[in-house]
């Protein structure tokens, strides 16, 4: 069964760094497109970066210059390197797996990212 797991979120200060893992198992990885959305409190869920099996990327207007996503396709799992977080960073950041043949998708857990003094 195909799965993803998120890591790497947690508590930093404005102006501060995160990376974010998502790992893949049960599939093969290097087929899917991957993406991180974020989802705040009362907001609804947006697509913050996004990397296709081919590798090309977008990033939301929000995060251009800030956050870096990339995939190791040999470790099944896509990263988040998150630069110069703010305050309005703040939610829970997740996977998201789609195969670009069926559009089959689905979603990891999700991990907090908090930014706050």
């Known amino acids: 069964q195909a799965q993803l797991v998120e890591s790497g979120g947690g508590l930093v200060q404005p102006g501060g760094s995160l990376r974010l893992s998502c790992a893949a198992s049960?599939?093969?990885?290097?087929?899917?497109?991957m993406g991180w959305y974020r989802q705040a409190p009362g907001k609804q869920r947006d697509a913050v970066a996004t990397?296709?099996?081919?590798?090309?990327?977008n990033y939301a207007d929000s995060v251009k210059g800030r956050f870096t996503i990339s995939r190791d396709n040999a470790k099944s799992t896509v990263y988040l390197q998150m630069n110069s977080l703010q305050p309005v960073d703040t939610a829970v950041y997740y996977c998201?797996?789609?195969?670009?043949?069926?559009?089959?998708?689905?979603w990891g857990q999700g991990t907090q990212v908090t930014v706050s003094s």
């Open positions: 998201k797996a789609r195969d670009p043949n069926t559009d089959y998708e689905f």
């Open positions: 990397i296709t099996s081919g590798g090309n990327i």
């Open positions: 049960g599939t093969i990885f290097s087929f899917y497109d």
